[in-house]
């Protein structure tokens, strides 16, 4: 069966690259830099002071509102509270902790109850107190999340698409441990109820699919779904409308047309947080790139800088050009590599040249090609234009809030226009006007 939404591409995928060593390493890094900012919403309030002594697992900061908490990612000393850098490109304000490597970690209480006695109130709080964000990249709040989907749901969605060249994360995690996103998935159809529970897997995901499939009869209710590969489909509306033929309207949720969406990555979060006590602080990361020496997945504590990943897959080629949290398509250039890995860092990409990157004089050939790969059904061409003029009436009735910077047209573009930047740009003066 064929699965499709509109628009979209087929860029490079290199993920052979970051698989060929099967074997995940971890690290442990001499110190860990915990941002107070690592989801969607408010920041949390530092709940200790320099000089504690902190354990592996235990909550260091917290809020109220749109906030989770954060947790230490490993035992020891914290050294500084203050503003360090952040894959965001802004300052943000961190507790460092300098390892013991004793790895004393608080008591942590699972929960074993059969599922059908496991109460969604207590799911809810388990996943809340376990800091669990959307770790696809979007970093919403997981309990936030489950919670407006509850009683307006009909499908619960896994996404394993990982569309972003390079990126093999979420395909190491079903490699190994297929079992833990299953899992997740049944406690969030416990909470949700849901008609129909899908995994959703792009076809370039052999060995993955294969695990999934020996496991899946042990998961009533649960469906596999391979898809053809094909960029954006990772994306949350694109992979509703090829699962379900349900388009999401501009500037809804999908709530809206009755799906929730959370990441494979997330579902395995879940399953620790509610059957094992396990604060997220730890995540599998990709780092891969024609720049790096020794590509690979590890598993990283929340935390880590960068530059302690690259040291250890070998170090930087000579002649880099670009860092970026994050894929290709819609990753963030780091220029301070001291940047740690967050809840949502699934990437560290290391390229010897930006393939993406504008010409020094780009000309809008108005081809079109932009308009036919837009999995939004947006008009490129015309907010690039909109966009350098100011017009924001304009850049409103196009639409351009629902870009969701995918970098599709900037890929297809001849004239290799700098699409997306002045897409951020033209979203930014749309909400500045609404603001005011
Ligand atoms: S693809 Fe590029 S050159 Fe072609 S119409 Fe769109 S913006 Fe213009
Ligand atoms: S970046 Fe925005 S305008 Fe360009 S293809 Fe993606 S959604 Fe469409």
Do not use: W
């Amino acid at each position: 069966m064929k699965h499709l939404f509109f628009g979209g591409i087929h860029p490079k995928y290199n993920k052979e690259m970051s698989t060929q060593i099967t074997t995940f390493h971890s690290i442990t890094p001499k110190q860990v830099v915990i941002p107070m900012q690592q989801h969607i919403g408010a920041p949390c309030t530092p709940l200790v002071a320099v000089g504690d002594r902190v354990l592996r697992g235990q909550k260091i900061g917290d809020g109220e509102g749109l906030c989770v908490p954060v947790h230490a990612s490993v035992s020891g000393t914290v050294v500084a509270i203050e503003p360090r850098p952040h894959t965001s490109g802004r300052l943000v304000n961190a507790i460092v902790i300098e390892n013991d490597f004793q790895d004393a970690t608080v008591a942590l209480s699972g929960n074993d109850l059969p599922l059908e006695q496991l109460d969604s109130d207590e799911i809810l709080h388990a996943v809340r107190e376990a800091g669990i964000v959307g770790m696809g990249g979007a970093a919403f709040p997981g309990n936030v999340k489950a919670l407006s989907a509850m009683g307006n749901v009909d499908t619960l969605i896994a996404n394993a698409c990982e569309c972003e060249p390079y990126i093999t994360a979420d395909d190491s995690l079903l490699r190994t441990d297929p079992e833990h996103v299953l899992e997740g998935m049944q406690i969030l159809k416990q909470v949700l109820k849901p008609n129909r529970a899908i995994l959703a897997v792009e076809d370039n995901k052999a060995e993955a699919i294969a695990k999934v499939n020996s496991i899946l009869k042990n998961y009533p209710g649960i469906e596999l779904a391979v898809l053809p590969t094909r960029y954006p489909q990772g994306a949350e509306k694109q992979l509703i409308q090829a699962l379900t033929k349900r388009e999401v309207p501009p500037g809804q949720l999908p709530v809206s047309v009755g799906c929730a969406v959370f990441n494979v990555s997330t579902y395995a979060a879940i399953y620790r947080a509610v059957r094992l006590g396990m604060p997220l602080i730890q995540r599998i990361v990709t780092i891969s790139g024609e720049a790096i020496a020794e590509p690979q997945n590890f598993i990283v504590r929340i935390g880590t800088p960068f530059h302690d990943l690259i040291e250890v897959a070998g170090g930087l080629h000579d002649k880099t050009e670009r860092v970026i949290s994050g894929g290709p398509m819609m990753g963030i250039a780091q220029s301070d590599l001291a940047v740690p890995v967050i809840k949502a860092t699934n990437s560290i990409l290391c390229l010897l040249k930006d393939q993406n990157g504008a010409a020094e004089n780009p000309v809008c050939l108005r081809c079109g090609k932009c308009v036919s790969v837009c999995p939004m059904r947006l008009q490129p061409l015309y907010m690039y234009r909109f966009t350098n003029a100011g017009r924001v009436e304009e850049l409103k009735r196009l639409n351009v809030l629902d870009c969701i910077e995918c970098g599709s047209c900037a890929f297809t573009c001849p004239g290799k226009l700098p699409l997306v930047e002045r897409f951020r740009k033209g979203k930014q003066m749309v909400r500045e006007a609404s603001a005011k």
